[in-house]
């Protein structure tokens, strides 16, 4: 199909990319082929496709007429199934349990492998990231250049900044730039009279990552505030806005500044629904994972659930949720950049991995289409996160993350649990 080829031509020149298409075959390639294809823009799938991925790029991908596999290809035959591109989780953490024995770059490595085994390809943390993550982010993306990356890659927010006035906030950011971050993290809490919730302080720290070329994702709970935020030129909003319906004027402002929206509904979940034995303790797809029992045996407890069930503020975050969820699907019907995160690995029964499936089912029962939650969970997240030139959809240039599955979310966003295959960089993972 010439146009589709014309497509991969004009995306490569987009992006700058040298034209691999026409690359020498190398023992690396890889073309997976039959499968009904999402590739994460939006764009209606293509039936019978081949998807062929070359020393970890993908070079080209379309129907099956318009692919020609290179000659000492190895071909996958993934035919009845569906592919869709690696789930990145704009808003997750990966931090270390005090209840592990492991070192703490063992458990952080591990989590990263969590992350993968249910699919989620790419992890954004936002916070609570020491030395170890950030030299784990590192170096999970020197070995995806040097084709050994075998979990999650990783960026990272470093800690989550606070600030005593608009000075120390400067100096709190500078430092937290000086450490490798990808972003800065930036909290708004405690009482209303917080140095950090004064817009004098959070404003100056919102230029100063900018003056240090640095992007700021903060954590906000109300309208007003994301307001606030919003006008002092906040680069991403960690979470939704959960006290009243956005009005008209602030969605046109978050939508007017591109400002991407992740709604982090899991976080909210996760407070309130262990105060009895959640639905999904009894899933399969949640189950099978043994990295999870420890902690299901510990919010499964009578005096845990008691807990939960007699504290008012994690009774107050229901109708949160519910309120989170009309604003979702108001932003998103306003064309605002939504992108999935979770909160997973921050507190207790956020499950890395896991959750991110539960978010996409929340997603849309909240309103949104398949194909949205989809393009929120791949292609979007990318774009939120300024990884988009690497990952989040299946185009000539981008890194072979796929994920093929036995039934396609298409019909049902649960579908994504037919995970059956997870592809790093166009290998396979386990
Ligand atoms: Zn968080």
Redesign the pocket.
């Known amino acids: 199909m010439p146009v589709f080829k014309a497509l991969s031509r004009k995306l490569l020149g987009l992006c700058a990319l040298p034209l691999i298409v026409a690359a020498p075959v190398s023992a690396e390639t890889v073309a997976l082929s039959g499968a009904t294809l999402i590739d994460g823009t939006g764009a209606a799938p293509v039936s019978d496709s081949v998807i062929v991925v070359t020393d970890g790029r993908i070079t080209a991908v379309g129907p099956r007429a318009s692919v020609s596999i290179p000659a000492g290809a190895r071909t996958v035959n993934v035919s009845g199934k569906t592919i869709m591109p690696g789930i990145i989780n704009a ?3 990966v931090e270390g349990n005090r209840r592990s024995t492991a070192p703490l770059p063992q458990q952080l490595s591990d989590q990263l492998a969590l992350y993968a085994r249910y699919g989620v390809t790419t992890v954004y943390s ?3 990231d020491g030395v170890e993550s950030v030299k784990l982010a590192r170096e999970t993306r020197q070995k995806s250049q040097a084709g050994t990356l075998d979990r999650a890659r990783l960026f990272v927010s470093g800690p ?1 900044l606070n600030a005593t006035d608009a000075a120390n906030g400067r100096t709190n950011v500078t430092e937290n730039a000086a450490r490798g971050v990808d972003i800065i ?1 930036v ?1 708004l809490e405690g009482p209303a009279n917080a140095p950090i919730r004064q817009p004098a302080v959070y404003g100056a720290m919102i230029d100063q990552a900018h003056k240090e070329g640095k992007r700021i994702a903060i ?1 906000m709970f109300t309208a007003d505030e994301t307001k606030g935020v919003v006008d002092a030129g906040v680069d991403v909003l ?2 939704s806005i959960r006290d009243r319906d956005a009005d008209p004027a602030l969605i046109g402002a978050i939508k007017a500044r591109n400002i991407p929206y992740i709604p ?1 509904l899991t ?1 909210d979940l996760s407070v309130f629904v262990y105060e009895s034995k959640p639905d999904f303790a009894a899933d399969p797809f949640f189950t099978k994972e043994a990295a999870y029992r420890p902690t299901l045996e510990m919010v499964s407890a009578p005096e845990f659930q008691a807990r939960i069930k007699n504290d008012p503020s994690a009774q107050a975050i229901k109708p949160a949720l519910e309120q989170a969820k009309r604003n979702l699907k108001a932003l998103s019907d306003a064309g605002v950049l939504i992108a999935m ?1 979770t ?1 997973s690995g ?1 507190g207790i029964g956020r499950w890395q991995g896991y959750f991110e499936h539960v978010e996409m089912a929340m997603m849309a029962q909240a309103g949104l289409t398949p194909m949205q939650v989809i393009v929120a969970a791949t292609g979007n997240a990318a774009k939120a996160m300024q990884i988009d030139d690497q990952v989040g959809t299946l185009q000539p240039g981008k890194r072979g993350d796929l994920l093929v599955l036995a039934a396609s979310p298409l019909t049902d966003i649960t579908h994504t649990k037919t995970l059956e295959q997870v592809w790093i960089d166009g290998r396979r993972v386990n």
């Open positions: 808003h997750a953490h936002l916070g609570d989550v993290k909290r954590h960690a979470h982090t976080r995160g909160d921050a």
